[in-house]
């Protein structure tokens, strides 16, 4: 588990935006504390797109793990892609109640876009 990818849930608000933290440690250690050995994300939706912007960085291995999905309720989307042009799997869920985006491969550890069409 300790090096499994992370998957987001994002719920949008009434006025079609959303914004949260991701914290990733090694989950073991004190390194955390005694080493400022941790990763924080701000991960910010628009309607634009979706936003993950570092914090506080870490060169360890826990730090370079993908984000294998982002689910996101209550906005629906057809398309999307990550900045630079690369196409992304999108998924309506049911009643189209929102959408999930599969193996965006973005790192926890990196800023990143994902446009939203």
Do not use: C
């Not at 959303?18 to 073991?28: E, N």
């Not at 870490?58 to 730090?63: I, K, R, V």
């Not at 892609?81 to 491969?105: A, T």
């Amino acid at each position: 588990m300790a090096n499994d990818p992370y998957t987001l849930l994002i719920g949008v608000s009434a006025n079609g935006t959303a914004y949260g933290h991701l914290y990733a440690d090694d989950g073991k250690s004190f390194e955390y504390n005694t080493r400022d050995d941790y990763v924080v994300m701000d991960v910010h939706l628009s309607a634009n797109g979706i936003k993950g912007s570092v914090k506080h960085s870490s060169e360890s291995d826990f730090a370079q793990q993908y984000v294998e999905r982002i689910i996101v309720y209550g906005m629906s989307r057809e398309t999307g892609y990550i900045e630079g042009g690369m196409g992304l799997d999108i998924i309506p869920l049911d009643n189209d109640s929102g959408f999930i985006i599969r193996n965006p491969k973005v790192k926890i550890n990196e800023n990143w876009f994902i446009n939203l069409r």
